[in-house]
Structures are given as C-alpha cells and as structure tokens.
C-alpha cells in the first residue's frame, strides 16, 4: 500500500532562517506529488505539485520542492522563511496512472517562525 | 469562483447520537471526496463520488458512516451512531478531471467533537 512520511512533525525557526521539510513516499509506480499548507485558521490549499519533467518544481509564496525519484523523496524549501509560513504543511502522492484522483497524505508537519 | 463549501463548521454531539455534514463543491467538478483528519494526522480518504456514483468507499467505516450525492452536486456525510474516535475534521474537496494530473480543492472542514 502506498504511504507518505513526513520526517519532522514540529519545526521552529527563526525568521530567515532556511527550510527544509523532509517528504518519502512507498509506491513503485509514477506518481504525481504535492505540497499543501494549511494557515491557521484557513483551509487546506495547494503549495506546489510535480507530475512530470523539471525535478525542482516552484510554488507560491518562494516555495520550492525537489523530486529525487531514486530516494523517493520531494522535500519542501525556502531560502527564508517568513512569520507568515506559520502554518501546517502536508505532503501527498497521487498515482500518475490512477483516474480517481486519490491523494495519500503524510502526517503533516508544523512550522512555527519565531519573529 | 466560489470554493468548496461545507456546514457546519463545527459540530459537537454526544456518543450514540447521529451527525450529518453538508457538502457543496466548486461548479462544474464532478468529482468529490469526503476527507477525515484525525487530530495530528494527515487527511484521510473516506469516500469519492464521481457525479452520483461511488468510486472508491474503501475506507468507509459503512457501519456507522454513509455519504450519498444524489444529484451529482453536493454531498452529505452522515455518521450514525457516532463514537469518541470519530473526533475529527471532515474534508470535502472536489476537483475535475485534468489531462495530467488532478487538483483537488478543499473546503474549511467541519470540526466534529464527540463527548
């Protein structure tokens, strides 16, 4: 069965600090792959997604994410982080082949930048 | 574009008692999924509708928990009788098929507590 894991369920920086969100995925076939956040408050909404050609994918608000097929991993970047990044962020995996549209999250990870 | 609409946004029963949510999603999208996420947890997929007919009700605890979309419009999710452990937020989103990929649109959740 296909999972996602998250590797840091609370992070707290400093603002300007750099980020990184660690995402693995298990599944053996061509997937498509998200980042959504979530600020407090509001609804879930999508960050970035890769499906297909550049690895690094950018996404609103100076988000970056990086899909290393080999590693099964799609981790999530940004130079420097903002108070406003305060949110939960989630990864998630759609099977490229699958015409249900099914994501599979991971466990989601807190950020809180500190002012 | 108005987004994902759900009521209410939040409910809090008692154990045994019945519990029903309403979802609306984006015009035009004919797919829709009730989402459940447990506290710390990723979103979990409970039930996809795709216009009235069910794709995928694989994680549908069908005990207790029912969902129909009659009118392959909007949706409700109803829980009957409810435990403790179905403490949760309840997702709805909804999304349209897309050549590559497909992006689903959440809406704010209903919050459920269960005493």
């Known amino acids: 069965a296909q999972s996602v894991s998250q590797h840091n369920h609370h992070v707290i920086l400093s603002e300007a600090a750099s980020l990184e969100l660690g995402c693995n995925y298990s599944?053996?076939?061509?997937?498509?792959l998200f980042w959504y956040v979530q600020y407090p408050g509001q609804h879930l909404q999508l960050l970035l997604k890769?499906?297909?050609?550049?690895?690094l994918v950018k996404g609103i608000k100076g988000f970056e994410a990086e899909f290393i097929k080999s590693k099964f991993s799609f981790n999530l970047r940004k130079p420097s982080v903002q108070w406003s990044d305060t949110a939960e962020y989630f990864c998630?995996?759609?099977?490229?082949?699958?015409?249900?549209?099914?994501?599979?999250f991971g466990q989601g990870t807190t950020l809180q930048v500190k002012p | 574009e108005a987004g994902v609409a759900q009521s209410p946004r939040y409910k809090i029963i008692e154990k045994r008692q019945s519990v029903a949510f309403w979802c609306n999603p984006i015009?035009?999208?004919?797919?829709l999924y009730w989402y459940q996420q447990i506290l710390g947890q990723g979103p979990k997929l409970l039930i996809q509708?795709?216009?009235?007919?069910?794709?995928?009700d694989s994680q549908l605890p069908k005990d207790r928990f029912s969902a129909e979309r009659l009118k392959g419009v909007d949706s409700t999710l109803k829980i009957q009788p409810a435990k403790l452990e179905d403490s949760a937020v309840y997702l709805c989103?909804?999304?349209?098929?897309?050549?590559?990929?497909?992006?689903?649109?959440f809406g704010p959740g209903t919050r459920l507590t269960v005493l």
């Open positions: 890769y499906f297909s050609g550049d690895p």
């Open positions: 998630a995996v759609q099977e490229s082949s699958s015409n249900t549209g099914k994501l599979i």
């Open positions: 015009s035009g999208h004919a797919t």
């Open positions: 509708f795709q216009n009235n007919g069910v794709v995928d």
């Open positions: 989103a909804s999304s349209t098929p897309g050549l590559i990929y497909n992006e689903q649109f």
């Open positions: 599944y053996g076939g061509t997937v498509n």
